[in-house]
């Protein structure tokens, strides 16, 4: 699998843009960047995934640079809800037994304030 | 189309004793995976099935720990003689293939 690095911890002014980067330098060409979250113990929750090309959800947005080596989660209002960890991982989607398990980093901390 | 289910939400068990969490998959979704996530710390892989087989176990400790998928029924990670470094919290996801995960709520388990 390919890894990813994140920030251990960000902060955020409740109402202004939270932008939590990531690092996939080692990403292959047929991996795509996974957006999770993980809210206090409870289970990780999907925000986003994408390719190549930038996508937008009514959570999120994922900007990813050209080469595809970092991408950047963007909660565009951020509110005290979205304190929380946040992965972000690569993976194969596809078939077969490469399309598979992903390695879940520390991830970022986002911590937002009012 | 209910969530990925896990069961029990907690687990107290002695050391020694046998933890068996279960875990079903979303309607639709052959592939099961269970991630462990000790306190203060990130999800880490154990193990990916797909009906009745095992795809990658590269992650699950060598001795006590086992996991199936069968034709019919949940998925169940099985803890023989528990230890207190055991105590965790396990994760169920599920997919469908070729797609990303859904994860369940969890399984605590302390072991006393």
């Known amino acids: 699998d390919a890894k990813t690095t994140q920030p251990p911890s960000m902060d955020c002014a409740e109402g202004r843009a939270a932008n939590l980067p990531c690092n996939h330098s080692?990403?292959?060409?047929?991996?795509?960047v996974y957006w999770y979250r993980q809210i206090h113990s409870q289970g990780p929750q999907y925000i986003i995934h994408g390719l190549k090309n930038n996508e937008t959800n009514e959570m999120a947005s994922l900007i990813i640079t050209e080469d595809r080596k970092s991408s950047t989660l963007i909660l565009p209002h951020a509110t005290l809800r979205d304190t929380a960890v946040y992965y972000c991982i690569v993976r194969v989607v596809g078939w077969g037994t490469n399309a598979g398990k992903s390695t879940f980093g520390d991830g970022t901390t986002l911590t937002v304030k009012p | 189309n209910a969530g990925v289910m896990q069961n029990p939400r907690h687990l107290v068990r002695r050391r020694g004793q046998e933890a068996r969490l279960r875990c079903s998959p979303m309607k639709g979704h052959s592939h099961v995976y269970w991630y462990r996530q000790l306190p203060e710390e990130g999800l880490k892989f154990m193990v990916y099935l797909q009906k009745e087989n095992i795809i990658d176990e590269s992650g699950m400790p060598k001795e006590r720990f086992s996991a199936e998928f069968p034709k019919e029924g949940p998925s169940i990670l099985r803890i023989q003689q528990v230890v207190r470094g055991d105590s965790a919290a396990y994760f169920c996801a599920s997919s469908p293939e070729g797609d990303g995960y859904t994860f369940g709520s969890g399984t605590r388990l302390t072991v006393v």
């Open positions: 080692t990403i292959s060409g047929n991996e795509y």
